[in-house]
């Protein structure tokens, strides 16, 4: 991994951030081409860092034909609006990335940082965008700033040990993290462990979603952690399960880490392939898989069976998965992509034809809009969350016919490329 740190130069042109753009993209193939991460981090009340990444892989790069190096060339800019259906931006600017290479095919993330350059005291949403000028192609992310009184989880910025640059999630395999916060420096905080939550998304024409009782259960550890000179604490991330921050004088946490196990963010383990089959497998079917003599053998027998051969089983494999682990990318919130009420959505039909966004959630719609047959998904923040990832689905009896005409398409083998 190596930093750029990018340089401010220019501000950018702007557009109105309708309620009626539609945003399918960020989360279908043209986002896959070139994916980018974002994340905001508070220095202090007056000081805000926009961090994002691109990796090399996904971009193109060119020789200017004189025997130099190959250079990559990507704009990064930013647009904050006070909701989504502003007419103006309140604040914009832009970046250039221009990263030489002798050796294009070389692999490595590029870091860089923009600061926000009007600290708003109020919550906004801030669009990023990255456009690979070598190419013509874009890649954009929406992140929504809070700057309530006190901290928030964006003065919390998860680091690595070696070369302090930022980390572009918050849910980690165990291990020991360090975590910055400025704001904190020389204070002690409290850390409370509440168990991992197992429970997997209803289907979507449900009545009523159950309940994951870890959702309201109490922590079952609680520790202290000081703040170092430098504005920085470990957290050793070992038992799975919820780390939660809090400041001495709020009931509220400011902020939360994760330690994941299953699935996240790339499937690799027989478990990690599994335990995502169970969203279009019967009890029974899952349980013999479970508990056979080659898991992973009798998984791959699964979709063989499916498809009707080898190679169509493999191509089913391949977009099933694909989709656990784009879900993973875009998803995640205290649980991993995969297992989200958006996640289970995309998982079994696909990317939207249409996404609109509003400051509450987000409506998926597959087909014409305004047409009966049309298929609509409402999600909605979840009460008292403030991560703008934390959706829930409002299920709908109506589409239960929906849900198993696609979850049969998924068991004889028609996958619909969307």
Known sequence: MIGV???????????????RDNLAYIYGKGSAQMPLLARVHHLGDERSRIYFKLNTADLLYKSDGTGGPFHAKVRVHYEAYDSFGAKAPLDSASTLIDDPSPEPTEEKDLIGSMDLRH????PFILKVVAHDLNRDLESAVF????????????????????????????????????????????????????????????PVFASV???DPAINAPADSTFRVSVDANGQFKLDLARPGAYRVFSDTSAVPA?????????????????????PLRYITSNQEYDRILRSDDVRKAIERFWIDAAGDRERGREAIRIYYG?????????????????TDRGLVHIIFGVPTSIYKTDLGETWIYGEENNLMSLVFNFK??????DMNDLVLERDPLLKGAWYRNVESWRNGRVYHN
């Open 5 to 19: 740190m990018a340089v401010l130069v220019a501000c950018s042109s702007s557009v109105p951030l309708s309620r």
């Open 119 to 122: 600290a708003h005291q109020r």
């Open 143 to 202: 992140l929504r700033v809070e700057r309530a009184a006190g901290l928030t989880d964006q003065h919390f910025m998860p680091v690595d040990t070696s070369h302090g640059l930022p980390y572009f999630t918050d849910h980690f395999k165990g291990g020991t993290v360090r975590v910055r916060c400025e704001v904190c420096t020389g204070k002690e905080l409290i850390v409370r462990h509440h168990p991992a939550r197992t429970a997997l998304p209803a």
């Open 209 to 211: 979603a159950p309940m």
């Open 255 to 275: 902020y939360s880490l994760y330690s994941v196990t299953e699935a996240y963010p790339i499937v690799t383990s027989t478990d990690d392939l599994l335990k």
């Open 323 to 339: 989709r656990v682990e784009n879900a993973n990318r875009h998803f995640t919130s205290e649980v991993e992509g995969w297992r």
């Open 381 to 386: 923040r979840r009460d008292g969350s403030t």
